[in-house]
């Protein structure tokens, strides 16, 4: 006979259901403000919200940030809740850090978009070359956008159409990036909205860690650019497998590929991203999201070797704009903010402090999932930490896939918030800020054992 009640990551499926009604109504009574608030004032928005992403919180409906100040939110019913999504890796490094938030108030009364540079600009290319690298570097306000034109450099220095993905890759919205494998053939994405071209001609997808993969699809000679996170971020997080990174540079080389590595999210490994951390050497290197200390900025640079190479092609190109650049990139209250960013909040100190409050996390949730013997487990890369409503750890993206308990993380994720902690809406992060105190890390991890008892009894 068939199952009445199947199970989801070892939770029956009518208690993961019970459990996620009740947090929705406890989330509701608690917000009478914020249901006020939205029925007056959201009818304007597509689905009442500014942004289509802010419908993927748990919640019934969204909730309206009073303030935020390092790494606590407060909504305007005066819920007080432990940010532990910080704005999905935006305020990776806490809530409007006073270095920050000084430097850009010094700066908006000077103005705030000239198309021309300033002394602060000069010091960030400084900046940005001691953190990450001797890399020449461009200033963009998204790393999609950064990883555009990543994209576009490689396809003119290499004069091939083709640039290889992950699937499961996370990079922003780039269209190209849209894509998974099926039967040799690159697809589009399941959901992808609005897209006419042909995904197969522009884009080809492998597995991560499946380096016989990678060889057979570059060994075609088509591929202009690998475009890689160290760390798959955006599914279930995917670890590399040891001496991955190695084969994958010396593939890339091999074909005359070359690599692009986008640190978005994994600029939380360490100072100066997973690619100083572990000794990584791509050809260009992407940045968004917290480099700005959560003002919109992301930047791109190339080795000299690469900028040699644009140049020879630039030499060669008829006039007309190149597709690269955007004009309110590169605007001199981006710059302030990186400056003070990069010099008084991206330090030494500052990562010490979240790599041991991440540790921290991950032991307490590993912990608790021992405790009541749920078949998940946690995974940390320096301050990004993750539980996985699956036993074993991943290889890949598709594996990730069949991971994803999306009805159970839901229900995880509303009792969390009702408990104050808030993560990521879209799987199962948690960043731990230089503002993240131990007090607010042990209350999250009092918080998952509690929902994990009760589902797992």
């Not at 003119?156 to 640039?163: C, D, I, L, N, S």
């Not at 100083?276 to 992407?286: A, I």
Request: glycine share 8%.
């Amino acid at each position: 006979m068939p199952e009445t009640n199947p199970l989801i990551g070892g939770v029956p499926v009518d208690r993961v259901h019970t459990i996620r009604a009740r947090e929705s109504a406890a989330f509701a009574q608690s917000r009478p403000k914020t249901q006020a608030a939205l029925e007056n004032g959201a009818a304007a928005f597509l689905d009442g919200v500014p942004m289509l992403w802010m419908l993927d919180w748990p919640q019934p409906f969204p909730m309206l940030v009073a303030e935020a100040e390092g790494a606590r939110l407060t909504d305007i019913d005066g819920n007080q809740l432990d940010d532990f999504c910080l704005g999905d890796t935006g305020s990776m490094f806490g809530h409007s850090p006073p270095a920050v938030a000084e430097a850009i108030a010094r700066q908006a009364a000077h103005g705030l978009t000239y198309m021309l540079p300033t002394l602060d600009a000069l010091a960030v290319g400084q900046l940005l070359q001691e953190k990450f690298g001797p890399f020449r570097w461009q200033i963009a306000t998204t790393a999609t956008d950064a990883n555009r034109f990543a994209i576009r450099v490689a396809r003119a220095v290499t004069g091939r159409p083709k640039v290889l993905f992950f699937a499961g890759c996370y990079h922003g919205a780039v269209d190209d990036a849209m894509g998974r494998n099926e039967g040799g053939r690159t697809v589009e994405r399941p959901g992808l909205v609005g897209q006419v071209v042909d995904l197969d001609q522009t884009s080809v997808v492998v597995e991560f860690n499946d380096l016989p993969a990678l060889e057979a699809a570059l060994a075609k000679g088509n591929v202009a650019a690998v475009l890689a996170e160290p760390v798959m971020t955006n599914c279930c997080m995917v670890l590399p497998a040891e001496g991955y990174h190695d084969g994958l540079r010396a593939l890339t080389r091999k074909y005359g590929t070359l690599l692009i590595i986008d640190e978005t999210h994994t600029i939380s490994s360490g100072l100066g991203g997973y690619t100083r951390t572990h000794g990584l050497d791509p050809d260009m290197f992407v940045l968004g999201k917290p480099v700005a200390g959560g003002l919109p900025a992301s930047v791109w640079g190339m080795t000299e070797e690469m900028a040699a190479r644009y140049a020879d092609f630039e030499a060669t190109r008829s006039a007309g704009f190149s597709g690269i650049g955007t004009t309110l990139s590169a605007n001199p209250l981006q710059f302030a903010a990186m400056k003070a960013n990069l010099t008084h909040v991206m330090t030494a100190e500052n990562y010490a402090h979240m790599e041991a409050g991440a540790e921290r996390l991950a032991a307490g949730l590993s912990e608790a999932i021992a405790r009541h013997k749920a078949p998940w487990h946690c995974v940390r890369v320096g301050a990004r930490v993750e539980f996985i409503c699956h036993p074993t750890p991943l290889r890949n993206g598709s594996e990730s896939y069949q991971a994803h308990k999306p009805e159970l993380e839901k229900a995880i994720h509303a009792a969390l918030v009702n408990k104050g902690c808030l993560i990521a809406p879209f799987h199962n992060m948690m960043l731990v800020s230089p503002a993240t105190s131990f007090a607010q890390i042990d209350r999250l991890i009092t918080a998952f054992n509690e929902i994990t008892r009760e589902l797992m009894s």
